[in-house]
């Protein structure tokens, strides 16, 4: 049985709407920070806070490849069926990554 503490640190991480929003996306697609930069139209440093907090906790995973770093769900996270709960939730997230794709910005970093 999980810590009341536990949950709610979870809750809380995920209680900003940038950061749900970032797990929503990556719960349709790994993306870079430039892919993330451009769909949520926010700076580069500020994607990189939420994305350090969200890695910091374990609920985000990060691989190199190249001079790109995607990130994508820990799927393996304690909570990962409860952040999949929430996702039933939250407006589908893939017009996203397909706007991103027919504008010619997916996996392009620069």
Known sequence: MYQIEEVANIL???G???RLKIMAILNEADCCVCELVDILQMSQPAISQHLRKLKDSDLVKETKKA???FYS???QHEFYSLVQNIF???PNQKEEIRKLEANGMRIRCE
Do not use: C, E, R, S
Request: hydrophobic content about 45%; charged content about 25%; aromatic content about 6%.
């Open 16 to 18: 900003d709407k940038t």
């Open 88 to 90: 039933v939730h939250l």
């Open 73 to 75: 769900l820990n799927k």
């Open 67 to 69: 001079q790109w770093v």
């Open 12 to 14: 809380k991480l995920l």
